[in-house]
């Protein structure tokens, strides 16, 4: 046995696991919760204490989702904020449907890829003006709120924003992120000191912190309504920064942002109707990974056996070369969904996973014709599944003066190569990695749930659904049982896989297993970013919520 060996049997043999007081089962680290009258799950405690009080107040889910998304951006600015973007699925107990969102920006219109190219750019830079787009996150926000909204906007960002001004206690995870991003950030551009330090100390866990910038720009948005961002005082501030730093948005970039309500797309998985957004974001690959995985029988396999894994991370690699191939901008190319999502085509790229050794793959063929996740239900049956994010980081470094907030780098997520689908052009929404998921049964809401963490998130989403369907699992130990990520795949920026990748375990994985998993040709390895997943599932036939939040987070869930 090699020294590499040694080690990952000393890691994995002998790592604690927790295990559940009452079942016996290995992973739930604690008990679900469960309330009837509503539930609200997030990433950080106080966000979610003000989601339960929003819906104590007659709020809807859609008011308590923006009242704790508005949180997250003050106290877990790591994650999220109003320079981001903004995707989300709503069931509404009235119409008895499914609605989707994506709130997601274009690009600057003046900004084109012959400015790159004289750059001598190969790719778009993660920091700097030149990846910032349009931040949807706000008009996401009153479009929600103007559909499925009731109370007022007064009194749903009114507890953020006397956080903002008075102080809030920094939990650890954030505390740790904060301390990483904003040092360097600091190094490099104006602003991060001023909005993101206190007199110049980046904030220690339990340390008080204030951001009286946010709270401002909150109640200038909670008073004067979604204009004043795009069209007022704020976005001028806005783009006057970014031209200063040698960047192209502009007011006009601004003031013809909307955000587009689109039709959630699903597969039939086992009898459950999984949903995910269409492109620009990647959910499509989670259904297709599902497509692809259900053909194989989990009766007799059991959960981190080699088999499970190496089943899971084969169909992940078919897909995420679909993937960088095809997802894009529907606005601009037409993205092949119902070919990609259909059982036939699912049927044809199964057939070329070997059961005895792992494969390299390419594309199929078709005709052509750091974020934040939280989801809450409330008493009349409405719920939602919301994602927000800034990206990379806590996003390009450019923090407009006396704003409070960081805008986004999504425009990294651009092609510089012309000619493909998710190539760079002006006006142009980039691929998205953040996606809620949804899951139905017989036409009713069963969980609202989502799972963090960039090109992981497609086989997060997987992860829990067949913890929960095909292992049986409990919606907390669904979450908390160990994760696997396969990296290496082609990328939406262009780059090719890296043959056949590497699958990255978390401890808690079987020694044996593992050991079979590499004798498959896989290559195994540690230190994968495994997300933050939030989930609420509705028990229709009693009436309840049941609750679950991410132990590799700061937050919880509530409910009342």
Known sequence: MNKYLVVLFLIIQFTAFAQD???????????EVIAS???????????????????????TAVDAAIAVNAALGLMEPTGGGIGGDLFAIVWDSESKKLHGINASGRSPQSLTIEHFKDKNLKSIPSTGPLPVS??????????????????PMTKILAPTIKYAEEGFPVTELIAYYLKGSVNRYMRQFPNVEETYTNNGKVPDKGDLFKNPFLASTYRKLAEEGRDSFYKGEIAVTITDFIKEQGGFLSVED????????????????????????????QGLAALQMLNIIEGFSFDEISFGSAQHLHIVNEAKKLV????????????????????????DYSEKRRELINLERAGEFKAGKVDHTGTVYLTVADKDGNMISLIQSNYRGMGSGMVPPELGFMLQNRGELFDLEEGKPNSYAPGKRPFHTIIPGFVTKNNAPYLSFGVMGGDFQPQGHVQIIMNLIDFGMGLQEAGDAPRYEHVGSSSVTGELSEGK?????ESGFDFEETLKLMALGHKVGFGGYYGGYQAILYDAERGVYFGASESRKDGHAAGY
């Not at 997802?327 to 259909?342: G, M, R």
Request: charged fraction near 20%.
């Open 320 to 343: 995420y070369e679909d993937r960088a191939e095809y997802y894009a901008d529907p606005e601009f190319v037409e993205v092949p969904v119902e070919q990609l999502l259909s059982k």
């Open 501 to 505: 990748g590497e699958i990255l375990v």
């Open 37 to 59: 009258n509503g539930m609200v799950a997030s990433s950080h405690p106080l966000a979610t204490q003000i989601g339960v009080d929003i819906l104590q107040q007659g709020g």
């Open 134 to 151: 349009v931040p949807g996150c706000v008009d996401g926000w009153f479009e929600l709120h103007s559909k499925f909204g009731k109370l």
């Open 254 to 281: 601004l003031e013809s942002h909307t955000s587009t309500w689109v039709d959630p797309i699903s597969t039939n998985y086992r009898g459950y109707d999984i949903w995910e957004l269409p492109p620009n974001g």
């Open 21 to 31: 007081r009452l079942t016996g089962r290995n992973f739930a680290t604690r008990s």
